[in-house]
């Protein structure tokens, strides 16, 4: 490629629906960002959001999560100063677009606050962008981190 722009061969990983699959894809996320030059905070960023991700999958994703595997796909590219890498977790569970679920709303008290559903809205917070789609029987989500320098 021209122009200042550097290009990075994407890297695909495919684990079980399992716990133990799940850590290790979030090692080999963190390892695949940093070597290929994501600042550490973006980084961070991704692989909390890729943690986030994969346990939503694993408790609601049904049976037909445990008989595919799920498969993670990283790219990263670097173009005069600027950076963006994109993170998509594909998965045959249920079908499920995160992103017609409303925000929820910021108790008021401890007795207004619940336990649990919080991932979705870290995973907002910690993505520049979000990217849902439903295609030939899996659901594809891809998140992304944006930087300068």
């Not at 990983?13 to 133990?20: G, R, S, Y």
Request: neutral net charge; contains cysteine.
């Amino acid at each position: 490629m021209g122009n200042g722009v550097t290009a990075s061969v994407a890297e695909k990983l495919a684990i079980d629906a399992t716990a133990v699959e799940a850590r290790r894809a979030s090692e080999w996320l963190e390892a695949g960002l940093l070597r290929r030059g994501v600042p550490q905070a973006e980084a961070a960023r991704l692989t909390l959001c890729g943690v986030e991700v994969l346990a939503n999958v694993l408790a609601h994703g049904g049976q037909a999560v445990l008989d595919v595997p799920i498969e993670l796909l990283l790219e990263v590219a670097h173009e005069q100063g600027r950076g963006e890498a994109r993170v998509t977790v594909s998965d045959a569970g249920r079908a499920f677009n995160p992103l017609t679920v409303p925000e929820r709303a910021k108790p008021k008290t401890l007795d207004e606050a619940s336990p649990g559903g919080m991932g979705l809205q870290l995973i907002r917070r910690c993505a520049d962008s979000l990217h849902y789609r439903h295609e030939d029987g899996r659901n594809h989500l891809r998140f992304c981190a944006r930087w300068a320098g």
